[in-house]
């Protein structure tokens, strides 16, 4: 007789609990405003009881890939907490019509990480574009790195007066738009944690 390693019962509880999304924050700089919205996105998910960690590349840089003889202490932190996340969010900054070299170097480290993963894309730009050019391009480099780049996107415009210091939204779309942005992003996890629950079925007699 054959009978299921996982019933009805535990894979709903899989599905709810054990879902865990890596946020990715690609800003870097000083003066850097991206991350309110990488701590912004990491607030709403926490609020949701959604599992999550934000691997912030200024506070855990990483030597340039390639390089020998640098310092790679955060390279298995990083890669623990990539290795273990069901879906990522990939937050960056529009410098010079594209994404930020901290987070192409970064995945340049991980890529092997981000298969068969979805991965929502948020921008920032301090101009009206919101970062378009940016998460276009973003969206073509998770898709070539073998990931599911979800299609629809986080656009914040004129990111130095989005929000205040407590990581707070100063404009009412925002929030909307981020909370739609995280539905689409906990809808395509779900489905492929189930998919990939189901492979994983084992039968024995």
């Known amino acids: 007789m054959h009978q299921k390693l996982y019933d009805a019962e535990s894979e709903i509880n899989y599905l709810n609990y054990f879902m865990n999304i890596t946020i990715l924050l690609g800003s870097v700089r000083s003066d850097r405003q991206s991350h309110y919205l990488a701590y912004y996105l990491e607030k709403i998910l926490k609020d949701r009881n959604i599992n999550t960690d934000v691997i912030d590349l200024a506070k855990t ?57 979805p991965i929502s894309v948020a921008a920032a730009s301090a101009g009206k574009m919101g970062g378009i050019n940016a998460s276009t391009q973003l969206q ?16 914040i415009a004129e990111i130095q007066n989005a929000f205040d210091n407590s990581f707070i939204p100063l404009k009412e779309d925002i929030s909307r738009l981020a909370n739609s942005f995280i539905d689409d992003l906990i809808w395509f996890t779900d489905a492929i944690i189930d998919k990939k629950l189901k492979e994983k079925q084992v039968t024995f007699n």
């Open 140 to 155: 073509h480099v998770i898709l070539s790195m073998g990931a599911y780049p979800l299609p629809k996107k986080l656009l």
């Open 61 to 117: 840089p990483l030597p340039i890939f390639g390089q020998e003889g640098e310092d790679r202490k955060n390279v298995n932190h990083i890669g623990a907490l990539l290795g273990k996340s069901n879906a990522l969010i990939f937050v960056t900054p529009e410098y010079h019509g594209s994404f930020s070299g901290a987070l192409k170097n970064a995945l340049e480290y991980f890529s092997a990480d981000f298969i068969k993963k």
